[in-house]
Nanobody, 116 residues
Framework: QVQLVESGGGLVQPGGSLRLSCAAS????????MSWYRQAPGKERELVAT????????NYKDSVKGRFIISRDNSKNTVYLQMNSLKPEDTAVYYC?????????WGQGTQVTVSS
């Protein structure tokens, strides 16, 4: 079955960096686009970034453009989110996502807290 396992979250000061990872299994990873979403307390889950099957195409939420970089390693079945210049408003649970056969799959999430 499809499994997505996120890691790399934590507490970081404003201006700092974190790198999230999402290890995928149970499907042909290189055949599917992958996305990162986030959900802050009391807010709806929002799309942060998407990467195409080969990694050649990426898209970002406006507020993270120039600060976050999504990438993938199809040999490791892993997608990454490099987060730089973090701000307190980036605080959220970050989720890995893919859509396969019209069904959305989610990881368990990893908490990112940006605070001094």
């Amino acid at each position: 079955q499809v499994q997505l396992v996120e890691s790399g979250g934590g507490l970081v000061q404003p201006g700092g960096s974190l790198r999230l990872s999402c290890a995928a299994s149970g499907f042909t990873f290189s055949s599917y686009a992958m996305s990162w979403y986030r959900q802050a307390p009391g807010k709806e889950r929002e799309l942060v970034a998407t990467i195409g099957r080969t990694g050649a195409i990426t898209n970002y939420k406006d507020s993270v453009k120039g600060r976050f970089i999504i990438s993938r390693d199809n040999s490791k079945n892993t997608v990454y989110l490099q987060m730089n210049s973090l701000k307190p408003e980036d605080t959220a649970v970050y989720y890995c996502n893919t859509i396969r056969n019209r069904q959305a799959y989610w990881g368990q999430g990893t908490q990112v807290t940006v605070s001094s």
